[in-house]
Nanobody, 123 residues
Framework: QVQLAESGGGLVQAGGSLRLSCVASGRIYSINAMGWFRQAPGEERVLVAGISSGGTTNYADSGKGRFTISRDNAKNTVYLQMNSLKPEDTAVYFC?????????????????WGQGTQVTVSS
């Protein structure tokens, strides 16, 4: 199967930076779009940033100008560089990827999610 593993979360003061990483592993044929979502306590999970297989990016308004998403296709990895962090950025951050896997019946595509990494920004 396929697994996504996030890393890089932690506790940081307001104005600081963190870089999240997410590695996809397993029986991967190819990866389409990848993205980062976040979920604060009591709130829904929302998109933070996304990146296509060709490198086209999109951002939620909350992160524009502060966050940068990138990917290394050779390493099946997506990154989220977060600068000028604010207390309201505190959340669990989840990696998501749209992945083709090869099965006995051919190619199957579905979304996979990581377990999440906690980001806490203190004021």
């Amino acid at each position: 199967q396929v697994q996504l593993a996030e890393s890089g979360g932690g506790l940081v003061q307001a104005g600081g930076s963190l870089r999240l990483s997410c590695v996809a592993s397993g029986r991967i044929y190819s990866i389409n779009a990848m993205g980062w979502f976040r979920q604060a306590p009591g709130e829904e999970r929302v998109l933070v940033a996304g990146i296509s297989s060709g490198g086209t990016t999109n951002y939620a308004d909350s992160g524009k100008g502060r966050f940068t998403i990138s990917r290394d296709n050779a390493k099946n990895t997506v990154y989220l560089q977060m600068n000028s962090l604010k207390p309201e950025d505190t959340a669990v951050y989840f990696c998501q990827a749209n992945i083709f896997t090869r099965t006995a019946g051919g190619l199957t595509i579905r979304d996979y999610w990581g377990q999440g990494t906690q980001v806490t920004v203190s004021s």
